[in-house]
């Protein structure tokens, strides 16, 4: 009787040591997947050549759309070039670093990245520098810091990590909507005032992009969508500012010698460059008929010289870099890191975008520059440093690293 009655004692406890069992391997497992998403390896090959190949491009092309004005301007026809190179190496360094740490250390920092651009946004109006009419930029000795640029970063930054700590409450208006409006009107204020629309533009539409990645709810995106839309629709064509901006992009021909001027030089630039183009350095329209060409419309200077089959090239290297993007992000190890690496690529595609609508006169005239070809030292360095931390979340992913 009393075997019997330790035989159904052990009957009764052989379900839970099966359970506990069944639990601790459960966990082990869980370990072992946690240890091998943090497994690293080396960085996405197929990514890290397409930068690249962008970069020594768009040095180039610098060089070569900028040595005329230069040469006009400052009695130096590497004036451009050389400090190109020189925001190149240091941006080279960034990435690098930005591809080395621990992605995690990034993450802790991306508060910190976000309150800084805020703090330099509000100081631009009382110490920034007035170039062409705007204070867009911040004199720090020989450096010239724009802080629109560092908020692109921290708004990605910031809410990837947002958007993970308050998953499960994405759909309420107080998480999935109320902190990115805070955050937009508060940059939108700050970029109005300097002025600076095209860099508005894109965070708008970033932080956008970045609420609907997050889980934001349909309804609060299509009536977000929609009043921006209106609003647009009301600047462009209920006011006499914006109706003056209409009738330049449709017809510039109308004001050649005024509004009309970028643009048409823009479209003569594309133009004459046929379909192979006048060759590398012998552009027209860079001899101070196209204003600073190095800069924002640096694209139509490349048409020129190197023709539609270069350009069509370049379009396709810009997609690459976009798709690669996107495939890291896909294998991503975590929902942090793929929200990060979606939210940097949109980033790029939106200025890629817009610079080349704006180029091609397909939009309306406002100031975007051209990643890994305009010229400038903060645009190069942030791009990198984005590029950087896409590279050292490829060392983690699940993916084929060539």
């Known amino acids: 009787m009393e075997k019997l009655d330790k035989r159904s ?23 072992r997947t946690r240890k091998i998403v943090r497994m690293k390896s080396g960085v996405d090959r197929p990514f890290l050549v397409i930068v690249i190949l962008l970069l020594c491009i768009g040095t180039t092309m610098v060089f070569s759309a900028s040595y005329a004005y230069a040469k006009y301007n400052f009695n130096d026809s590497y004036y451009f070039a050389r400090r190109q190179i020189v925001w190149v190496g240091i941006s080279l360094a960034v990435m ?15 508060g910190l990245v976000l309150l800084a651009s805020l703090v330099l946004l509000v100081l631009v109006p009382f110490i920034g520098k007035r170039v062409n009419g705007a204070v867009r930029w911040i004199e720090l000795g020989p450096i010239q810091v724009q802080p629109s640029e560092i908020a692109k970063l921290g708004i990605v930054l910031f809410f990837a990590d947002f958007c993970v700590r308050h998953q499960k409450d994405m759909k309420k208006f107080k998480y999935g909507v109320l ?42 995106l299509a009536i977000i969508g929609g009043a ?43 133009g004459s460059g046929g379909v192979w183009g006048k060759g590398l350095g012998q552009s027209t329209q860079k001899h101070l008929w196209l204003p600073e060409p190095q800069n924002d419309y640096i694209f139509a200077i490349l048409c020129e010289e190197m023709g539609f089959i270069f350009a069509a090239a370049v379009l396709v290297l810009f997609v690459a870099l976009i798709w690669r993007g996107f495939y890291i992000a896909k294998h991503a190890p975590t929902q942090y890191t793929t929200l990060v690496v979606q939210g940097l690529i949109i980033q790029i595609a939106v200025q890629i975008m817009l610079n080349i609508a704006v180029v091609t006169n397909s939009i309306p005239s406002t100031g975007v520059s051209l990643p890994f070809f305009s010229y400038g030292g903060t645009a190069l360095v942030i791009i990198l440093a984005e590029m950087g931390i896409i590279l050292n979340i490829s060392r983690y992913s699940f993916i084929e690293k060539g």
């Not at 052990?10 to 869980?30: T, V």
């Open 228 to 270: 921006g839309a209106l609003g647009m629709l009301f600047i462009m064509l209920g006011t006499s500012h914006g109706k003056e901006r209409i009738t330049n992009w449709l017809h510039p021909e109308l004001d050649p010698a005024g509004k009309g001027w970028q643009p048409l030089q823009s479209l003569y630039a594309i």
């Open 9 to 31: 004692a052990a009957e009764d406890q052989a379900p839970a040591q099966i359970e506990r069992k069944k639990q601790k391997l459960l966990k082990n497992r869980a370990i």
């Open 96 to 110: 690098w670093l930005a591809s080395a740490v621990d992605y995690l250390l990034i993450k802790h920092f991306s």
């Open 179 to 220: 902190p990115f409006g805070i955050v937009g009107v508060m940059i939108g204020v700050l970029l109005y005032i300097e002025p600076h629309l095209s860099a508005m533009i894109i965070i708008m539409i970033l932080i956008f992009c970045l609420m609907f990645l997050g889980g934001t709810r349909k309804l609060y």
